[in-house]
């Protein structure tokens, strides 16, 4: 059985579509009540009580109380810690789905395998992931998550035959949404979205709180407000003569505190009169959108309440008196989401289904961008890459030019959600790396395509000269303060992966060294791992050996550095170990380094030389080491930098691998350029003059 789920803040939701009335149907709970609470309880003997019993346990204040965890989705910060147990919203989500299921599935009799999820239309692609990956801890399917707003259209408007215009306006608990969209025979359109997220309820009842503590201070000098139980207490109390409101004409609110007693009558007037300016809020977001899509009132042909705060009579006397259109009272206010989600579930997951021929088009909530410079080269902006109200699936490609002179053949790419200009305004959604591409350091394009899902899931993809380039995802380092900075001040922000090819000379000249070499490479090679370097050893002479492919494990080197030993590559030295390391190094991210270890005087020096042009060419750092008879001339050649080329003896070779140590860590010794920071793009300023 399919499902459509409203998994709301402080209540959840499960319906279904039903084939034989060709409606949807909401399944109660087990206490027969459509609506179960969003509330979770730890008992302190270990039980989890979920849903009504949990509410119950919240009123009497026993065990730990998880409610309202939906505002912490996609944020790992938030957590509740019970019975020494942490939960993260997600996770409280999934327990609370799973309790949403398997009362639905006792009650229907039926099992659920798929569902529909409603999310509100602004969140973000960490809420919407965090919400498919709550579903799928439940072992069903997860269709498709559909933005609440939308879901109570599709209610609204998937049995009418007209072409209409609907202004869907949520307003909740804590938020506020408003919805511009085309219903039109089951086809349903989504023209744009926009909100206030801390505009709610709440902030009805903080004005009766404010009203009642304003006459209680003057009356006798003290201000409820500054004791916090009592505080609290004052706020539930008032939203409890909020509701009250929304049936009388007047209220009596009585308060004690400090052993005075205050008594105050709030009329409707009164109160209509105090809240006129959060009315106003929600309707300078109208005209945001609005302005946005170009339409204004003329364009709507009703309005669509939804949430429970639309309930207040003064909403609808609002929006009649500011728009002249009818206001739909949905008798279904709590419901329309759930059962707009069982609609989706039956008709507009599968393009298949051929039942009706009905679809739906979503927009973006958020405009999606692109860590780049300003075209100043100044400062860190985030380019807009796909603007919010677009349609969703969606997907756009903008050329970026590397900078020239720039050689490097990696690029991070940080991907932001947000209208600001500034990255430290959005969200940093996600991180990747670009390789794979070629760079002669004149300013290269790569076109990077942004696309979001049908989910409302971003997607990153890159590309050179119409060829799909390799792209792979980093996390987000938790320091990403040096965003709000200069470009030029960057030296050391994400670690950025390092890569080391080790070549070791195992000529027949080398057999009185090789234990003094095996023993400094091995305490080089344990004390520069980490997780973000990989290692990779050569052997060779006449011919070259690779012993280990690039690897993050020190052990798997430690392992092989112990099995070397002289003449297996022949007992001259013929070859050149460059090329072929610098083929392990190819298309890795990070930066790139190779240490010849040498003693002798190699046969063919020009071909050596072309190598080490070649990896300088490829910003590979090259190390050469000399010992004995090595030529230090040649080394100097060989190595790509002047501090590069090292000749020792072999007391001391520990010390120079010290040195190179030093070099891997701080980025000297040419690793900087290609080791730290990758390419940050330019600003797209080859728009256009490319396609
Ligand atoms: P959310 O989706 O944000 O959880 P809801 O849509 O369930 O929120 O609405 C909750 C809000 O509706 C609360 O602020 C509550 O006080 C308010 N509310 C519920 N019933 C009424 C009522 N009869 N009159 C006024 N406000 C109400
Ligand atoms: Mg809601």
Redesign the pocket.
């Known amino acids: 059985m399919k499902v459509g789920i409203d998994l709301?803040?402080?209540?959840s939701t499960v319906a279904k579509y039903d084939k034989k009335t060709s409606r949807p149907e909401i399944i109660n709970n087990k206490f027969e009540k459509e609506l179960t609470p969003?509330v979770i309880c730890f008992l302190d003997n270990g039980e989890i009580l979920i849903g009504e019993d949990a509410k119950d346990m919240q009123a009497g204040g026993a065990g730990t109380i998880a409610a309202?965890f939906?505002r912490g989705m996609g944020d790992n910060s938030f957590t509740v810690e019970a019975n020494g147990k942490v939960y993260t919203a997600e996770e409280l989500s999934a327990m609370l789905l799973k309790k949403l299921i398997s009362d639905a599935e006792e009650k229907s009799r039926e099992k659920i395998d798929s569902v529909v999820i409603t999310v509100?239309a602004y969140f973000n692609d960490f809420q919407r992931t965090a919400t498919i990956r709550a579903g799928e801890a439940c072992g069903v399917k997860v269709m498709k998550i559909i933005n609440?707003p939308t879901a109570a259209a599709i209610s609204y408007g998937y049995n009418k035959e007209s072409n209409k215009t609907v202004l869907v306006y949520?307003?909740?608990?804590?938020?506020f949404d408003v919805t511009l969209v085309r219903v039109n025979k089951g086809n349903i359109q989504v023209l744009g979205t926009d909100g206030n997220h801390i505009l709610?309820?709440?902030d009805?009842?903080a004005a009766i709180v404010k009203f009642v503590a304003e006459q209680f201070l003057e009356e006798y000098g003290v201000d409820p407000r500054d004791d916090e139980p009592t505080k609290n207490e004052l706020i539930v109390a008032c939203?409890n003569y909020?509701?009250v409101?929304?049936?009388t004409d007047r209220v009596t609110i009585q308060i004690k505190y400090e052993g005075y007693t205050g008594k105050y009558t709030l009329t409707k007037e009164q109160f209509d009169m105090r809240t006129q300016f959060l009315l106003n809020a929600t309707k300078d977001v109208c005209m945001r959108l609005f302005s946005d899509l170009g339409t204004t009132w003329a364009d709507v042909d009703e309005i669509l309440l939804?949430?429970?705060?639309t309930?207040?009579p003064q909403v609808t006397k609002f929006l009649e008196m500011l728009s002249g259109k009818p206001v739909i009272d949905h008798s279904d206010?709590?419901l329309a989401v759930a059962k707009g989600a069982a609609i989706t579930s039956e008709f507009y997951c599968s393009s298949s289904t051929g039942v009706r021929d009905v679809q739906i088009t979503d927009v973006t909530a958020h405009s999606l961008g692109v860590l780049s410079k300003s075209p100043g080269g100044d400062r860190f902006i985030n380019e807009i890459m796909i603007k919010r109200n677009s349609k969703v699936p969606s997907s756009v490609r903008k050329p970026f030019k590397i900078e020239p002179g720039n050689l490097t053949n990696v690029i991070d790419v940080f991907t932001l959600q947000g209208e600001s200009k500034m990255p430290l305004d959005c969200y940093v959604l996600a991180r990747v790396v670009i390789t794979g591409f070629y760079n002669t350091g004149d300013g290269e394009v790569i076109d990077i395509e942004y696309t979001y899902d049908d989910n409302g899931v971003v997607k990153v993809s890159a590309f050179q000269g119409g060829e799909a380039l390799q792209v792979d995802a980093e996390p987000v380092p938790d320091d990403i303060s040096w965003m709000g900075g200069s470009p030029d001040s960057i030296s050391s922000s994400a670690p950025i992966a390092k890569n080391v090819v080790l070549c070791i000379d195992l000529s027949r000249s080398m057999r009185n060294s090789l234990d003094e070499v095996r023993n400094v490479v091995r305490d080089f090679v344990i004390s520069v791992a980490d997780e973000n370097t990989k290692f990779g050893l050569i052997g060779f002479g006449d011919k070259v050996g690779i012993m280990r492919d690039m690897t993050a494990d020190p052990n798997t080197i430690v392992t092989a550095l112990d099995g070397i030993k002289v003449n297996v590559y022949g007992r001259g030295t013929d070859a050149s170990p460059m090329g072929t390391a610098a083929s392990m190094l190819s298309n890795r991210p990070g930066g790139k380094m190779i240490v010849v270890l040498t003693d002798g005087i190699w046969g063919k020096r020009d071909f050596a030389v072309n190598e080490a042009v070649m990896c300088r060419n490829s910003k590979i750092a090259v190390v050469g080491v000399g010992i004995g008879e090595a030529d230090i001339g040649f080394l100097k050649q060989i190595s790509t930098v002047e501090e590069g080329a090292m000749f020792t003896t072999l007391d001391r070779l520990g010390e120079t691998f010290s040195t190179i140590a030093t070099a891997l860590s701080t980025g000297s010794m040419g690793m900087r350029e290609s080791a730290v920071g990758g390419a940050r793009l330019g600003s797209a300023q080859v728009k256009g003059r490319l396609r």
């Not at 709301?8 to 209540?11: A, D, I, M, V």
């Open positions: 709301g803040t402080t209540y969003s309202a939906k509100p609440e949520d307003l909740g608990g804590g938020t709610g309820g709440k009805w009842d939203e909020k509701k409101l929304t049936k939804v949430g429970g705060s309930r207040m206010t709590d």
